[in-house]
């Protein structure tokens, strides 16, 4: 971090009182769209305020979990600050890397604009720039709480980042480095944040809990909302303990890392792994010592390493290995061993015995299923129990041939086989799989629709990389096409149908890519596209939208749709079951309820919420 003493000598020990918005929300868990008018009224334009963003976001039973709008307004003597990105853009994440801003003598014209975030109606800014606190995570999802009711993200002003947690403002900080650590499901203004070299300060409920502790980090808070878990070391930055409402449960370690400490989902369960290291005959060793779940300690022998922690139901399940060194046999070099542990009986079970490489592949159905190896190389699929579901003798496997399973949520299994001649096959429940019973180059995708588990898969026919033969397959249906695909990612399988949307891209030159929306091997409209975003189906498969785009700036990459100045400077179009809907929207979303798309428009100088 730069320049600590400059940077916090003008700011107080204590921090300034944070601004807030009501966290009233107009929308509720028992409100349904359904029940609501074609359309709501969700804020009021100033004069010379333009809407340039807009996102609804869902509760799992389908109701108004939040409404996000960005508008923004002209300001061209504005100073402005940037901070050096040190790789180029790519995908969805705004930013990348570290550092603080420099001064921009040269800003684009996006840039001089304030831009002002409208959440649940509520007005919030100006600011140069909107990101999530961390700047890696561009979907606005994850930057509101489970209510619904509040949201925290970061704000540029000027030279420095102001971050807003649970709807308050609080001081600032300079590095992205230094952003704050906090728990945005649960909508609590509760954070860390390292004000100083080497020193952090924890603010529970907004208050100033502890000053000075060299590290603080993994911050989070249980399902219910009642109990807080951090890793933190108040002296040495190498003596790390795992805290529950400010009492050790774990510890001291050398290493927790972020996936090492938290709550087990929708319980206030705590559980914690870390480790020491040690050298050991000249070589670096990592003692665990106890796997914490709760008030049990389950020992873990010296020497030996510990995978994360996985959970299904009742059960926590992780993999203890021991390595063996010298062995000049993979499937002997590890040995590895299965902890299934319940929390509610307090039974412990192990199965070991496993080679090579063995994980956690799938909690389907609430059951745990492992992909492992025997010492002898057959590659097995393990269910919850130890019981072997099926396996693949070494010498079937075409030498050292990969093999992978996939589980659906009722039990039903995929083996996807790789010969020595680098070609698959796909078995079934352990039998041909007539729709990939071909001889082809690659799996791109194989998997089980989420809801029905039902079989999906993507087959690349020709090759491996840069193929333009697929085959597509959802359920019974499956047919082959032959073009340029681009990412894989762009396709969408129907839960309630068997068919299957994905974009089809045609190359026309360096930085000219034209794209389309295809469903079951045919064309949903004529016009293509430089860039089609958001695309979003009805369960049923009958019905389609996307946000679409013909700009010519070769900077703007929008095939994302997040809060970029450049990308919401550049106009999109709302196309809706292949045509055109005219005006200005944000992004589709499928409401079960309505049986409609919802999403925000500009209508005159009002922002709606809108069904069509």
């Given at each position: 971090?730069?320049?600590?003493?400059?940077?916090?000598?003008?700011?107080?020990?204590?921090?300034?009182?944070?601004?807030?918005?009501?966290?009233?929300?107009?929308?509720?868990?028992q409100?349904?769209?359904?029940?609501?008018?074609?359309s709501?009224?969700?804020?009021?334009?100033?004069?010379?305020?333009?809407?340039?963003?807009?996102?609804?976001?869902?509760?799992?039973?389908?109701?108004?979990?939040?409404?996000?709008?960005?508008?923004?307004?002209?300001?061209?003597?504005?100073?402005?600050?940037?901070?050096?990105?040190?790789?180029?853009?790519?995908?969805?994440?705004?930013?990348?890397?570290?550092?603080?801003?420099?001064?921009?003598n040269?800003?684009?014209?996006?840039?001089?604009?304030?831009?002002?975030?409208?959440?649940?109606?509520?007005?919030?800014?100006?600011?140069d720039?909107?990101?999530?606190?961390?700047?890696?995570?561009?979907?606005?999802?994850?930057?509101?709480?489970?209510?619904?009711?509040?949201?925290?993200?970061?704000?540029?002003?000027?030279?420095?980042?102001?971050p807003?947690?649970?709807?308050?403002?609080?001081?600032s900080?300079?590095?992205?480095?230094q952003?704050?650590?906090?728990?945005?499901?649960?909508?609590?203004?509760?954070?860390a944040?390292?004000?100083?070299?080497?020193?952090?300060?924890?603010?529970?409920?907004?208050?100033?809990?502890?000053?000075?502790?060299?590290?603080?980090?993994a911050?989070?808070?249980?399902?219910?909302?009642?109990?807080?878990?951090?890793?933190?070391?108040?002296?040495?930055?190498?003596?790390?303990?795992?805290?529950?409402?400010?009492?050790?449960?774990?510890?001291?370690?050398?290493?927790?890392?972020?996936?090492?400490?938290?709550?087990?989902?929708?319980?206030?369960?705590?559980?914690?792994?870390?480790?020491?290291?040690?050298?050991?005959?000249?070589?670096?060793?990592?003692?665990?010592?106890?796997?914490?779940?709760?008030?049990?300690?389950?020992?873990?022998?010296?020497?030996?390493?510990?995978?994360?922690?996985?959970?299904?139901?009742?059960?926590?399940?992780?993999?203890?290995?021991?390595?063996?060194?010298?062995?000049?046999?993979?499937?002997?070099?590890?040995?590895?061993?299965?902890?299934?542990?319940?929390?509610?009986?307090?039974?412990?079970?192990?199965?070991?015995?496993?080679?090579?490489?063995?994980?956690?592949?799938?909690?389907?159905?609430?059951?745990?299923?492992?992909?492992?190896?025997?010492?002898?190389?057959?590659?097995?699929?393990?269910?919850?129990?130890?019981?072997?579901?099926?396996?693949?003798?070494?010498?079937?496997?075409?030498?050292?041939?990969?093999?992978?399973?996939?589980?659906?949520?009722?039990?039903?299994?995929?083996?996807?086989?790789?010969?020595?001649?680098?070609?698959?096959?796909?078995?079934?429940?352990?039998?041909?799989?007539?729709?990939?019973?071909?001889?082809?180059?690659?799996?791109?995708?194989?998997?089980?629709?989420?809801?029905?588990?039902?079989?999906?898969m993507?087959?690349?026919?020709?090759?491996?990389?840069?193929?333009?033969?697929?085959?597509?397959?959802?359920?019974?249906?499956?047919?082959?096409?032959?073009g340029?695909?681009?990412?894989?990612?762009?396709?969408?399988?129907?839960?309630?149908?068997?068919?299957?949307?994905?974009?089809?891209?045609?190359?026309?030159?360096?930085?000219?890519?034209?794209?389309?929306?295809?469903?079951?091997?045919?064309?949903?409209?004529?016009k293509?596209?430089?860039?089609?975003?958001?695309?979003?189906?009805?369960?049923?498969?009958?019905?389609?939208?996307?946000?679409?785009?013909?700009?010519?700036?070769?900077?703007?990459?929008?095939?994302?749709?997040?809060?970029?100045?450049?990308?919401m400077?550049?106009?999109?179009?709302?196309?809706?079951?292949?045509?055109?809907?005219?005006g200005?929207?944000?992004?589709?979303?499928?409401?079960?309820?309505?049986?409609?798309?919802?999403?925000?428009?500009?209508?005159?100088?009002?922002?709606?919420?809108?069904?069509?």
């Amino acid at each position: 971090l730069l320049a600590f003493s400059a940077v916090f000598g003008i700011l107080s020990l204590h921090a300034k009182k944070p601004t807030k918005i009501s966290t009233v929300s107009p929308y509720n868990k028992q409100q349904s769209l359904g029940n609501a008018s074609s359309s709501e009224k969700i804020f009021s334009l100033e004069p010379n305020e333009e809407y340039v963003y807009g996102k609804v976001g869902l509760h799992d039973n389908g109701t108004v979990k939040y409404t996000f709008a960005i508008t923004r307004k002209p300001n061209s003597s504005k100073e402005l600050y940037i901070r050096e990105k040190l790789f180029p853009y790519s995908g969805s994440q705004p930013l990348q890397g570290g550092g603080t801003m420099r001064r921009n003598n040269n800003p684009a014209d996006y840039d001089l604009f304030d831009y002002f975030v409208v959440f649940n109606g509520e007005k919030l800014g100006p600011y140069d720039r909107i990101y999530e606190m961390q700047q890696d995570e561009g979907n606005v999802d994850y930057w509101v709480s489970g209510s619904g009711n509040e949201i925290s993200f970061a704000s540029v002003k000027g030279q420095r980042y102001w971050p807003i947690i649970s709807n308050r403002t609080y001081p600032s900080f300079w590095s992205v480095r230094q952003a704050p650590i906090y728990c945005p499901a649960s909508g609590k203004a509760t954070f860390a944040i390292q004000w100083g070299q080497n020193s952090f300060r924890l603010f529970e409920n907004g208050r100033l809990k502890y000053d000075g502790w060299s590290s603080i980090k993994a911050l989070e808070y249980s399902d219910d909302g009642e109990n807080l878990l951090y890793i933190g070391a108040e002296k040495n930055p190498r003596e790390l303990y795992v805290f529950v409402n400010h009492e050790k449960i774990a510890g001291p370690f050398n290493i927790v890392n972020h996936v090492g400490a938290g709550f087990i989902p929708k319980t206030n369960i705590p559980y914690a792994v870390g480790f020491n290291n040690d050298v050991v005959d000249g070589r670096s060793v990592a003692n665990y010592g106890h796997v914490t779940i709760g008030s049990k300690k389950i020992p873990v022998p010296d020497g030996h390493q510990v995978g994360n922690l996985s959970f299904a139901g009742n059960w926590v399940s992780f993999i203890v290995t021991e390595v063996h060194p010298n062995q000049n046999n993979v499937f002997k070099d590890k040995t590895h061993t299965i902890y299934e542990y319940n929390y509610k009986t307090n039974e412990l079970k192990k199965h070991d015995g496993y080679g090579y490489h063995t994980a956690v592949l799938s909690t389907a159905g609430n059951t745990f299923y492992y992909s492992a190896y025997s010492q002898n190389g057959d590659a097995l699929l393990v269910k919850q129990g130890g019981e072997v579901l099926y396996r693949v003798p070494r010498s079937q496997r075409g030498g050292d041939g990969n093999i992978y399973f996939r589980v659906g949520k009722n039990g039903d299994f995929f083996t996807v086989i790789t010969d020595s001649n680098d070609k698959q096959r796909v078995l079934y429940n352990g039998k041909p799989y007539g729709p990939a019973a071909i001889d082809f180059a690659t799996i791109r995708y194989a998997g089980f629709c989420a809801e029905t588990g039902k079989p999906q898969m993507v087959i690349a026919l020709d090759k491996p990389v840069g193929a333009t033969q697929r085959r597509f397959i959802n359920g019974e249906n499956y047919f082959n096409l032959e073009g340029d695909f681009g990412s894989d990612h762009q396709r969408i399988f129907a839960t309630k149908s068997n068919d299957i949307f994905h974009i089809e891209r045609e190359v026309l030159g360096p930085n000219n890519r034209r794209h389309r929306v295809f469903k079951n091997s045919k064309p949903m409209h004529s016009k293509q596209y430089r860039f089609i975003a958001q695309l979003t189906i009805s369960p049923d498969g009958r019905r389609f939208a996307a946000l679409v785009s013909n700009s010519s700036n070769p900077n703007a990459t929008l095939n994302f749709y997040h809060t970029e100045n450049i990308q919401m400077h550049e106009k999109r179009s709302l196309m809706v079951d292949g045509k055109i809907i005219e005006g200005n929207f944000g992004a589709p979303i499928w409401s079960s309820q309505k049986q409609k798309f919802i999403v925000l428009q500009q209508v005159g100088n009002d922002i709606q919420l809108v069904g069509l």
